[in-house]
């Protein structure tokens, strides 16, 4: 999802097919119309509405058209999903991580997705026997057969809605490898009951029947997506807001992936500092690894007690400034207390971003063996061990 800009408008008004239910929920509305229209569509085969094939007698849940990565040729272009059956076992997720996959213009664009960490005893299993330590859902558009998405036409009735399922190796083979896409990921402070019921929530709204829904930029989106799955575990005072109270306005950093970190710092829902995964060196070589001796300094400047406020105070000069220029001392008023926000919210997430973990590709591979290696061998690497806990244990807190 892209967003170059949002007016003060009421998205709401402007997307008849969705509904505000609330501040922090909205649902689309399916009319025998939009049905009519979604199924004369004819979708890209390669992206598949998972299913649940059965509820276990033992407390797993064993899934269908889970996607187990890719078959890789030299042309990254033409690699092919590949589809099996899954089990897994909701009690035993470990961890639950919410990952923005940035893209250009970075301080804007990204897709967003939830990865579920299961204990080391109990990894994602596929029908082949073979496993993953982690299951990913990510709400994407549903598009034609050789289309893209654009920010544009997102905002009319041209995608369909699905939440590809799949692995953690899959979805390192794609953002990683076949994208050369950093991958941030966010480590959300729930209880083990918390997170169960994520899982649950999330295997449910990726198995519904979602013919005649369509994707919206701004209302049903890979972001809000996951906005609501997070507001259906957390208490009231932690759900995030999609809409101001006044006027149905939808709050801009409800709907840009970028603002995650700073979002689920406000709540308290972040655990542990950021982990950024770094693309595979071999397949895309220019792209960046470590942090610049500018982002260096400015980390160590976010880590200062001083940061914060003056963040905010710097926003509330700066938009005390520009109200007052636009309409005297209203506008004064109204700009210093946006301004005072926005510096806040500006200074969350410029800290967030850049006083991070990093971690190459390279070093999850061992914990990945279904990754493919046609289009870049890989030296011999350790054992395999069903836990990222070696990866990830930096972020910790």
Request: contains cysteine.
């Amino acid at each position: 999802m892209t967003i170059s800009s949002i007016s003060s408008a009421s998205f709401a008004h402007q997307a008849p097919h969705f509904a505000r239910v609330s501040r922090t929920h909205a649902e689309p509305r399916v009319s025998e119309e939009d049905r009519q229209r979604w199924q004369a569509v004819p979708w890209n085969p390669e992206q598949r509405h998972p299913v649940l094939l059965e509820a276990c007698p033992d407390g797993t849940m064993r899934l269908g058209d889970v996607r187990w990565g890719f078959q890789e040729s030299p042309d990254p272009s033409a690699w092919k999903p590949v589809y099996t059956e899954a089990v897994v076992d909701p009690r035993k997720v470990k961890d639950v991580w919410l990952a923005v996959e940035p893209f250009a213009p970075k301080i804007v664009a990204g897709h967003s997705l939830v990865l579920f960490e299961f204990e080391q005893d109990s990894p994602v299993r596929n029908s082949q026997g073979e496993t993953d330590p982690a299951l990913v859902v990510s709400a994407e558009a549903l598009r034609p057969p050789g289309t893209s998405y654009d920010l544009l036409k997102g905002m009319g009735k041209n995608f369909g809605v699905v939440y590809q399922v799949g692995t953690l190796a899959d979805q390192l083979q794609k953002v990683s490898r076949q994208q050369g896409h950093d991958l941030l990921l966010h480590r959300l402070a729930l209880s083990p009951e918390q997170k169960e019921s994520l899982l649950r929530n999330a295997l449910d709204q990726s198995t519904r029947d979602r013919t005649g829904e369509w994707y919206h930029t701004l209302l049903n989106s890979c972001f809000t997506a996951q906005v609501e799955l997070l507001n259906s575990v957390v208490p009231e005072e932690q759900k995030i807001r999609r809409f101001t109270t006044l006027g149905r306005f939808l709050r801009p950093e409800a709907c840009l992936p970028n603002s995650t970190g700073a979002l689920l710092a406000r709540k308290d829902l972040l655990d542990g500092r950021v982990v950024v995964v770094r693309p595979d060196q071999k397949l895309h070589p220019t792209a960046a690894r470590g942090q610049s001796d500018l982002q260096k300094a400015v980390a160590r400047a976010t880590r200062s007690p001083l940061w914060d406020p003056g963040m905010r105070v710097g926003g509330l000069l700066a938009g005390a400034w520009a109200g007052s220029a636009v309409a005297g001392l209203p506008g004064l008023v109204a700009g210093a207390l946006t301004g005072q926000f926005l510096g806040g919210l500006a200074g969350d997430v410029v800290r967030l971003q850049t006083d991070v973990v990093e971690i190459p590709v390279e070093t999850l591979y061992q914990f990945t063996p279904s990754l493919g290696t046609a289009s870049a061998p890989r030296e011999a690497e350790p054992a395999f061990s069903p836990s990222l806990e070696p990866g990830f244990a930096a972020a910790r807190p």
